[in-house]
């Protein structure tokens, strides 16, 4: 469901409008009455909510969108907008209900919206974020953050460490295991052996040791290594060129030594259609590429579409994907 105060239940909710969406096996972990009161709010008809609290009550049918309710917010006391420690641990409960499912095999997938970390600060739960969370909860030590758009593709080395830490802490092998990591998830997206850019973390790529040695130290090391395993990787290319590269299609991904190295063009392009995918978990994850956008919240102006990309993700990639279509 996302933190309750922001967008998440609308999006969620503006997704089962597409016929698309509901011919699936889906069911939402979230608060009955928030998902109801957002319904109401986008006078929705084409489908009516079904309170369980079993997976095994689901009942799915296009016309019934399953509510696995946890009745963690009073809705005389939510403020839409508002950054509220209430808010910040319903999404938290809910992550946590979902990796529960997820690792007793009974859901196959999980599709996260938003959350707001201030609140969930103010909760007490000291994580960067969605993905630093289902790491915790499933004892994951290697995983990295992938986000994908038809278009482009970028996977990240580090994410939610401040710039110094990422260029002071960047080593050979993370830089070889997330390599690894967008491999193996690209060649389910793409069918066959991906073609994998790296970036380097320097203007132009260090220009050889002129802006700098991190390139010749830790990526080119890393680069030439994952080659040497069959892995179709290059680089590292000049960080201002090679995402052109590849949105005009001379890469399927590009690996991103920081966090805004990636974000930055990714969402440029597709901030609507983007999908974020956690790759090294126990099972599969998507979500939305944007956050809680507190200032529109409740206001039935979300965008759904990252959503709804991530929906369609999860079920292209899921576990249970080769099985409907059998």
């Not at 967008?7 to 928030?34: A, C, H, L, Q, T």
């Not at 946890?70 to 509220?84: C, I």
């Not at 529960?100 to 859901?107: T, V």
């Not at 590269?245 to 597709?270: C, E, R």
Request: hydrophobic residues 40%; charged residues 25%.
């Amino acid at each position: 469901m996302g933190d309750p105060s922001g967008i998440g239940p609308e999006i969620i909710i503006k997704s089962f409008e597409n016929s698309e969406i509901r011919n699936n096996r889906i069911i939402v972990i979230g608060d009955y009455n928030v998902m109801q009161a957002s319904g109401k709010m986008l006078k929705i008809k084409s489908f009516k909510l079904n309170r369980i609290h079993n997976v095994q009550d689901g009942i799915f049918k296009p016309g019934v969108l399953n509510i696995l309710d946890l009745p963690l917010v009073n809705m005389n006391d939510l403020q839409p907008g508002k950054v509220e420690a209430v808010s910040g641990n319903a999404a938290f409960e809910c992550i946590r209900k979902a990796v529960k499912l997820a690792k007793n095999r009974d859901i196959d997938s999980i599709v996260t919206a938003p959350l707001n970390k201030e609140a969930l600060h103010l909760a007490g739960h000291k994580y960067p974020g969605h993905t630093e969370i289902l790491a915790s909860l499933t004892g994951t030590r290697d995983y990295a953050m992938l986000l994908y758009e038809k278009r482009l593709s970028v996977i990240h080395v580090s994410t939610h460490v401040s710039l110094l830490e990422a260029i002071t802490g960047l080593r050979r092998e993370r830089i070889e295991k997330v390599i690894e990591l967008g491999n193996e998830v690209m060649k389910r997206l793409c069918g066959d052996e991906p073609r994998i850019a790296a970036a380097g973390i320097n203007p132009h790529a260090g220009e050889n040791g002129l802006f700098g040695n991190e390139e010749i130290n830790e990526i080119i090391p890393a680069v030439k290594n994952m080659k040497r395993k069959g892995i179709n990787v290059d680089g590292p290319h000049p960080p201002d060129t090679v995402f052109l590269q590849t949105l005009n299609g001379k890469y399927d991904l590009v690996v991103a030594m920081y966090h805004d190295q990636g974000h930055i063009p990714l969402k440029l392009i597709g901030f609507s259609s983007g999908v974020n995918v956690t790759v090294g978990l126990p099972f599969l994850r998507t979500s939305v590429d944007h956050g809680t956008a507190f200032d529109i919240s409740w206001k039935g102006k979300a965008n759904e579409d990252s959503m709804v990309e991530a929906i369609k993700l999860s079920i292209k990639l899921g576990p249970s994907a080769k099985a409907n279509q059998k």
